[in-house]
């Protein structure tokens, strides 16, 4: 399995941008069947905000990102990207970098369970 580490999280006012990268080491990204972010705010569950289906490339966003947030990925630097703008204060959390070697994933993009590699998380807060 691939060790996933996140980077890019940090302060940014309302409506603010930031961008979060997922760097792989040890696999490769498009070995895995679904790639995405997930974050947890304190005292509420883990919940996915954003993956990619790598057969075809599909992306899916929670409804709360839609047209503020963007998945990406690089292939030739194995790394994930998370584009996030107009930043809100309930966009404050823990952003975690996931993927998946199992086809769950694909019907169930957005169950933690169905992901068995995760980065260590990095924290983005929005305030002013």
């Known amino acids: 399995q691939a060790q996933l580490v996140e980077s890019g999280g940090g302060l940014v006012q309302p409506g603010g941008s930031l961008r979060l990268s997922c760097a792989a080491s040890g696999g490769t990204l498009d070995a895995y069947t679904t790639i995405g972010w997930f974050r947890q705010a304190p005292g509420r569950e883990r919940e996915g905000v954003s993956v990619?289906?790598?057969?075809?490339?599909?992306?899916y966003y929670t409804d709360s990102v839609k047209g503020r947030f963007t998945i990406s990925r690089d292939n030739a630097k194995n790394t994930m990207y998370l584009e996030m703008n107009m930043l809100r204060p309930e966009d404050t959390a823990v952003y975690y970098c996931a993927a998946s070697s199992m086809a769950i994933a694909t019907m169930y993009p957005f169950e933690v369970s169905s992901y068995d590699s995760w980065g260590q998380g990095t924290q983005v807060t929005v305030s002013s």
């Open positions: 990619i289906i790598n057969r075809g490339g599909s992306t």
